[in-house]
């Protein structure tokens, strides 16, 4: 019986590390250029870290895993002001965890956060085409995936299967990604090895789970209704400029999935 729940208490924490954490062996870090649909767009940049231990990747902004580990620290917390949030702020704040099976999505939308799952069936067309790409060999691979078409740049000199956002199941892993417009353009720019828990990958375990459709058209109305922001901000002018920016926003919505399939 000792034995028992002896296995049960590791059960336990086993189960509540892999909640809010991720053992990490590498890293590859990303960066997006990205514009909405005007004709005249100009285009904007993000970061991305990719962390990976060989079965599984986890992926998140850049300035999230910043501040989700200065929360987890206690440098900052809910109180440190518009100003800190602002400085954190991304039009990507979504994690992603990536398994051969599935895709698990985490996602704040008005002050909640939710999350969905998705079937992991990336299907590539391998093309006979190679490059250079930095100092490793690439091939191509092209697919048509939630609304747009992709070409992909990969390499077997890392033999993972992952990528940035949710592109993976390629025989090595994916240096370059952009849509046919290039609205979506991913580059790696720094691989490494790393070892060590990233206690801050999940900070959201006990998000509400929600079927992908409606997260989207969560995402759709809060973005259509900058009033949003009214009880969140106090200033006059900050809430005048992000509410600018979110009409913007709005009116030129050019999400990176156009459709969820």
Partial sequence: MKIFYSLILLFLMIFVKSQTGFDVLYEADYKLIYKDQKSNAVSQEDTFALLINGKESYY?????????????????NEKSGIAVGLKYSTDFPEYIGTTSGKLYVTSPVANKIFKYEESNNFEWKLINEFRII??????KAVIKKYG??????????????????????????I?????????????????????????SANMEPKATLVNKAKIFDYQRREIADPNTYNKLIDDPETLRMIMKKAQERAKNYNPIELSIE
């Fill in 175 to 199: 240096i370059e990604i952009f849509d046919e417009k290039k609205d979506y353009v991913f580059s790696m720019y720094n691989f490494r090895k790393r070892k060590y828990f990233a206690r």
């Fill in 60 to 76: 998140k902004n850049m300035k999230k895993y910043i501040m989700d580990s200065l929360k987890l620290e206690k440098k900052i």
């Fill in 134 to 139: 930095g100092k490793y060999k690439c091939q």
């Fill in 148 to 173: 747009r078409s992709w070409v992909a740049w990969f390499t077997e000199e890392i033999p993972f299967p992952f990528g940035p956002y949710k592109f993976n199941k390629l025989p090595g892993l």
